[in-house]
């Protein structure tokens, strides 16, 4: 039994990251949807979509890599955890590494980048941080 199903999609990012696959696959949900959305949105994959399968759906994340084949994701991070949820507000969101980065918030209107959050001036939990 998975305990934190967006840890487990995290560390699958971070895995496929570093052995350079061009994509990888995932159970699907709203909330994995919306992470994948917002990473589209930033630029830090490709593209992502609904595959079909048996027992459940799949969601399959296409990696972005450099022209070199240099690593676009360098550093994934989970915030909220089960045993320790974090939130914020939109003032007290700090840009990552001076805005090079992103948290990624769960809010009332959807997962959001922190730019998006601070610009709609909405708070949440923070998910992870990816730079």
Excluded: F
Aim: charged share 30%; proline share 5%; with cysteine.
């Amino acid at each position: 039994m998975m305990t934190d199903p967006i840890a487990d999609m995290l560390t699958r990012i971070r895995n496929a990251v570093r052995v350079e696959r061009p994509l990888v696959e995932m159970p699907v949900s709203k909330v994995k949807r919306g992470l994948a959305e917002v990473l589209k949105r930033e630029g830090y994959i490709w593209d992502w979509e609904e595959v079909e399968s048996k027992p459940a759906n799949q969601l399959r994340v296409h990696l972005k890599y450099g022209p070199n084949g240099e690593r676009v994701i360098r550093r994934i991070r989970r915030i909220s955890k089960p045993g320790r949820r974090v939130y914020s507000g939109a003032a007290d969101l700090k840009p990552i590494l001076g805005g090079l980065g992103i948290s990624i918030l769960s809010t009332s209107r959807g997962v959001i980048s922190d730019r998006e959050a601070r610009q709609r001036k909405l708070g949440g939990e923070v998910l992870c941080e990816i730079w």
